[in-house]
Protein backbone atom coordinates (compact mmCIF):
# COMPACT_ATOMS: atom_id res chain seq x y z
CA UNK A 1 0.00 0.00 0.00
CA UNK A 2 1.26 3.54 -1.09
CA UNK A 3 2.54 5.57 2.09
CA UNK A 4 0.59 8.22 2.46
CA UNK A 5 3.29 10.88 2.64
CA UNK A 6 4.70 9.48 -0.21
CA UNK A 7 4.57 11.86 -3.42
CA UNK A 8 5.82 11.70 -7.24
CA UNK A 9 6.88 15.15 -8.68
CA UNK A 10 7.55 14.87 -12.58
CA UNK A 11 10.06 17.38 -13.39
CA UNK A 12 10.89 18.39 -16.46
CA UNK A 13 13.32 21.54 -18.22
CA UNK A 14 11.47 23.03 -21.35
CA UNK A 15 11.59 25.92 -24.07
CA UNK A 16 8.92 28.62 -23.79
CA UNK A 17 7.26 26.69 -26.63
CA UNK A 18 7.14 23.01 -24.63
CA UNK A 19 10.29 21.13 -26.16
CA UNK A 20 12.51 19.20 -23.68
CA UNK A 21 15.32 18.64 -26.11
CA UNK A 22 15.85 19.66 -30.20
CA UNK A 23 14.75 16.34 -32.65
CA UNK A 24 18.85 15.45 -32.46
CA UNK A 25 18.10 14.99 -28.91
CA UNK A 26 20.07 18.13 -28.19
CA UNK A 27 19.81 19.96 -24.94
CA UNK A 28 22.97 22.38 -24.58
CA UNK A 29 19.90 25.20 -25.18
CA UNK A 30 19.74 24.37 -21.50
CA UNK A 31 22.37 26.36 -20.29
CA UNK A 32 21.41 30.18 -20.12
CA UNK A 33 23.64 32.96 -20.88
CA UNK A 34 20.65 35.10 -20.19
CA UNK A 35 20.92 37.58 -17.34
CA UNK A 36 17.40 38.53 -14.54
CA UNK A 37 18.71 40.98 -12.17
CA UNK A 38 15.88 40.32 -9.93
CA UNK A 39 15.78 36.38 -10.26
CA UNK A 40 17.24 33.80 -7.51
CA UNK A 41 21.02 32.90 -7.45
CA UNK A 42 21.45 29.04 -6.25
CA UNK A 43 24.09 28.43 -3.84
CA UNK A 44 25.96 25.10 -4.13
CA UNK A 45 24.50 24.59 -0.24
CA UNK A 46 21.06 25.41 -1.67
CA UNK A 47 21.14 22.49 -4.58
CA UNK A 48 22.78 20.02 -2.42
CA UNK A 49 20.27 20.70 0.09
CA UNK A 50 17.55 20.62 -2.19
CA UNK A 51 19.03 17.11 -4.14
CA UNK A 52 19.02 15.53 -0.23
CA UNK A 53 15.43 15.75 -0.88
CA UNK A 54 15.35 13.22 -3.24
CA UNK A 55 15.15 9.59 -1.98
CA UNK A 56 14.40 7.97 -5.37
CA UNK A 57 14.58 9.65 -9.38
CA UNK A 58 12.47 7.34 -11.92
CA UNK A 59 13.18 7.57 -15.60
CA UNK A 60 12.41 5.79 -19.30
CA UNK A 61 15.56 4.49 -20.76
CA UNK A 62 16.06 7.67 -23.64
CA UNK A 63 16.84 9.61 -20.36
CA UNK A 64 18.88 7.04 -18.52
CA UNK A 65 21.18 7.03 -21.48
CA UNK A 66 21.11 10.86 -22.33
CA UNK A 67 22.10 10.95 -18.32
CA UNK A 68 25.38 8.24 -18.55
CA UNK A 69 26.21 10.57 -22.02
CA UNK A 70 25.94 13.69 -20.00
CA UNK A 71 27.83 12.66 -16.92
CA UNK A 72 25.75 11.27 -14.41
CA UNK A 73 23.84 14.04 -12.41
CA UNK A 74 22.10 11.53 -10.14
CA UNK A 75 24.87 10.05 -7.44
CA UNK A 76 23.92 7.35 -5.20
CA UNK A 77 20.04 7.80 -4.89
CA UNK A 78 17.72 5.01 -6.18
CA UNK A 79 17.10 5.13 -10.01
CA UNK A 80 14.32 3.29 -11.56
CA UNK A 81 14.70 2.83 -15.34
CA UNK A 82 11.81 2.21 -16.90
CA UNK A 83 12.23 0.04 -19.98
CA UNK A 84 11.26 -2.86 -21.86
CA UNK A 85 14.81 -2.89 -23.19
CA UNK A 86 17.67 -5.79 -21.96
CA UNK A 87 19.75 -2.73 -20.84
CA UNK A 88 22.88 -3.29 -18.22
CA UNK A 89 24.40 -1.24 -16.01
CA UNK A 90 27.66 -1.27 -13.17
CA UNK A 91 25.89 1.46 -10.94
CA UNK A 92 24.04 -0.25 -7.66
CA UNK A 93 21.74 2.14 -7.44
CA UNK A 94 20.51 1.49 -11.29
CA UNK A 95 17.20 -0.88 -11.52
CA UNK A 96 15.39 -1.45 -14.45
CA UNK A 97 11.63 -2.37 -13.94
CA UNK A 98 9.16 -3.24 -16.35
CA UNK A 99 5.59 -3.71 -16.38
CA UNK A 100 1.92 -1.98 -15.12
CA UNK A 101 3.39 1.66 -14.71
CA UNK A 102 0.52 1.79 -12.33
CA UNK A 103 1.52 -1.25 -9.96
CA UNK A 104 5.05 -0.40 -9.89
CA UNK A 105 4.28 3.12 -9.00
CA UNK A 106 2.08 2.12 -6.31
CA UNK A 107 3.40 -1.27 -5.21
CA UNK A 108 6.90 -0.88 -5.35
CA UNK A 109 8.08 2.98 -5.40
CA UNK A 110 5.91 4.58 -3.44
CA UNK A 111 5.67 1.90 -0.20
CA UNK A 112 9.78 2.62 -0.21
CA UNK A 113 10.35 6.32 -0.93
CA UNK A 114 8.95 9.13 0.14
CA UNK A 115 10.22 12.00 -2.47
CA UNK A 116 10.36 10.45 -5.84
CA UNK A 117 10.83 12.18 -8.92
CA UNK A 118 10.40 11.18 -12.20
CA UNK A 119 12.87 13.10 -14.91
CA UNK A 120 12.00 12.06 -18.21
CA UNK A 121 11.01 11.38 -20.68
CA UNK A 122 8.40 12.61 -22.91
CA UNK A 123 6.59 9.07 -23.13
CA UNK A 124 6.72 8.30 -19.43
CA UNK A 125 5.64 11.48 -18.67
CA UNK A 126 2.28 11.31 -20.63
CA UNK A 127 1.34 7.95 -18.98
CA UNK A 128 1.84 9.28 -15.51
CA UNK A 129 -0.37 12.13 -16.42
CA UNK A 130 -2.74 9.51 -18.09
CA UNK A 131 -2.90 7.44 -15.30
CA UNK A 132 -3.15 10.24 -12.97
CA UNK A 133 -0.21 9.23 -10.72
CA UNK A 134 1.85 12.43 -10.37
CA UNK A 135 1.43 14.76 -7.01
CA UNK A 136 3.22 17.53 -8.78
CA UNK A 137 4.70 19.11 -11.81
CA UNK A 138 7.64 21.15 -11.91
CA UNK A 139 8.35 22.62 -15.39
CA UNK A 140 11.88 24.60 -15.55
CA UNK A 141 11.41 26.79 -18.25
CA UNK A 142 14.23 28.61 -20.03
CA UNK A 143 14.34 31.91 -21.53
CA UNK A 144 14.36 30.46 -25.86
CA UNK A 145 12.11 29.04 -28.33
CA UNK A 146 13.04 26.37 -29.82
CA UNK A 147 10.44 25.88 -32.75
CA UNK A 148 10.79 22.21 -32.96
CA UNK A 149 11.73 18.78 -31.35
CA UNK A 150 10.54 16.61 -28.89
CA UNK A 151 7.36 18.02 -26.99
CA UNK A 152 7.09 18.18 -23.04
CA UNK A 153 3.84 15.88 -23.49
CA UNK A 154 0.87 15.82 -25.74
CA UNK A 155 -2.68 14.80 -25.87
CA UNK A 156 -2.76 12.74 -22.92
CA UNK A 157 -6.52 12.74 -23.76
CA UNK A 158 -8.07 14.55 -20.85
CA UNK A 159 -8.46 17.77 -18.92
CA UNK A 160 -6.63 17.58 -15.54
CA UNK A 161 -6.41 20.59 -13.09
CA UNK A 162 -3.17 21.79 -11.38
CA UNK A 163 -2.85 23.93 -8.54
CA UNK A 164 0.31 26.91 -8.39
CA UNK A 165 1.91 26.29 -5.59
CA UNK A 166 4.99 28.06 -6.39
CA UNK A 167 7.03 30.42 -8.92
CA UNK A 168 10.75 31.54 -8.98
CA UNK A 169 12.55 33.31 -11.28
CA UNK A 170 16.42 32.92 -11.50
CA UNK A 171 19.26 34.77 -12.64
CA UNK A 172 19.66 33.30 -15.43
CA UNK A 173 16.32 33.71 -16.59
CA UNK A 174 14.64 30.04 -16.05
CA UNK A 175 11.12 30.23 -14.66
CA UNK A 176 10.35 27.42 -12.54
CA UNK A 177 6.51 26.55 -12.09
CA UNK A 178 5.46 23.84 -9.74
CA UNK A 179 2.05 22.66 -9.23
CA UNK A 180 0.53 20.52 -7.55
CA UNK A 181 -2.09 17.81 -9.57
CA UNK A 182 -5.53 17.76 -8.67
CA UNK A 183 -6.72 14.23 -7.79
CA UNK A 184 -10.76 13.35 -8.19
Known amino acids: MPSKSSKITIHMVSSLDGFIAKKDGDISWMESSDSYEKGIELSPEMIEAFLKSIDCYVMGANTYEHALELGWPYGDVPVKVLT ?90 MVELWYGVKKG
Open 84 to 173: HRNLKTERENVEFCSGDLAHLVNNHFKPNYQNIWMVGGAMLTKEFLRLHLADEIVLSMMPVILGDGVLFFDFIGEEQLLHLKDVKAYKDG
